[in-house]
């Protein structure tokens, strides 16, 4: 069996290596670009299972099972150091306390953190402006390059054949099955096709006759000089402010700042928006006020595939029997990679999702109204 994976993404490489490691041999993945060369070699890098529908948190906490499995096995480099969700508002509190609840019942470890705790956790947060935070100690983060880099040799060295600048223009059908793929290097014909292309997928699935809602919406984190270790947690997000600013560090010490800020989709990767900084930066100097003394070098710019009710799309694409989905990941796609490669394999291998709440992300979720909600997406 032939199978045509349509991006180089972390999505197209975990489905490519599931179905090597189930022990499917014919797989070709094509980029219209180089690998990674999309949201994932543009991405912070954090993960966490603390998210606000079952489907997230039951999902995000087999991937990062899967993503610790795999750092021991390939050296991957990941640290668990915890999300800190910072409060400005007592209110704010409790509908943290009913997550953590709901956290509890996936026995995901969030707790509620009080003033002093949050200033024991990062003594550097401004805590007159604090009313106190939850915690998800499992969350963390990993290094992007190093680990999508070591993966995608992995990859290769299981038989999968990578083919970069390699663009899919259409998708032919006979009937209920897709028959082939035309490129930019002329027609791949295959058994089965999985679109993991992000924002893109929706060109090509409708080539079909099939729309996916899939809408790319830029992000700007903006990267400062490396400094001596300042932020403790994985990742510092402040939740009070609208678009949720937050601040990483990398292992090397340059701070990632980054906010939701309106920007009109698609608009071109190499647009300016310098404007952004003081919208990014001012709600952050409030919360760690030696944010005023820091350096910003550069920024880059990158697409959250955003889907209305902010879940990825999986699994078959109906009417087609050989057709398959994984796009739409709402700014989580590097965590799920792991999940996303198995369930989109058993799909194909089994007809069905391994893990069954993954059902209720297919694309036929659009169709019937059975939309999920998820109300935590940063940035
Ligand atoms: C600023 C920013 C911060 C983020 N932070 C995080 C984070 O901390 N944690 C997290 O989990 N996620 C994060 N994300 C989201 C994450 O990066 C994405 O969800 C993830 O990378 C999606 O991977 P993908 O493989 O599905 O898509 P992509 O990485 O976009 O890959 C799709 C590939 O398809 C290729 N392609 C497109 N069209 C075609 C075509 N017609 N033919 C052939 N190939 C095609 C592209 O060239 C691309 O390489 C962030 C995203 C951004 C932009």
Known sequence: ??????????????????????????????????????????????????FTSPEHVVLMKESIREWLRLGDRLDLEIEQKGYLW????????????KLVEFHHQFNV???????????????????????????????????????????????????????????VTKLVARGSRVTAAETSSGTVEADAFVVAAAGDSRDIIATVGVDVPIVDVPRHPYVTEPYAKAIEPALIIDWDTPGSPHVTQTKHGSLILARDLEDTPRASLY????????????????????????????????????????????????PYENLY???????HGMMMGPVTGKL??????????????????????????????ELAVIG
């Not at 910072?86 to 306390?97: C, G, M, Q, S």
């Not at 989905?325 to 700014?331: E, K, P, T, V, Y």
Request: hydrophobic share 40%; net charge positive; with cysteine.
């Open 1 to 50: 069996m032939k199978t045509l994976i349509i991006g180089a993404g972390i999505s197209g490489l975990f489905v490519a290596y599931e179905l090597a490691q189930r022990g499917l041999r014919d797989i070709v993945v094509v980029d219209a670009s180089y690998p990674g060369s999309g949201a994932t070699l543009r991405n912070l890098g954090c993960f966490r299972s603390s």
């Open 86 to 97: 910072v409060a400005r508002k007592p209110e704010t509190l409790d509908n943290f306390r």
């Open 109 to 167: 470890p969030t707790r509620i953190l009080d003033v002093d705790e949050v200033k024991a956790l990062e003594p550097r947060l401004n805590t007159k402006i604090v009313a106190g935070a939850m915690f998800d100690p499992t969350a963390g983060k990993m290094s992007i390059i190093k680990n999508f880099t070591k993966f995608y040799l992995e990859v290769k060295k299981l038989g999968v054949r990578i083919v970069p600048y390699t663009r």
């Open 271 to 318: 647009s300016q928006r310098v404007d952004a900084i003081p919208h990014i930066l001012k709600p952050l100097r409030e919360l760690l006020p030696f944010l005023s003394e820091v350096n910003i070098l550069r920024y880059w710019m990158g697409y959250y595939d955003m889907t209305p009710d902010h879940h990825p799309i999986y699994g078959p694409v109906q």
């Open 325 to 331: 989905i994984a796009a739409g990941f709402s700014g």
């Open 344 to 373: 989109v394999a058993s799909w194909i291998l089994d007809g069905k999702p391994y893990i069954p709440i993954a059902g209720n992300l297919t694309l036929e979720r659009f169709k019937t109204g059975r939309l999920v909600k």
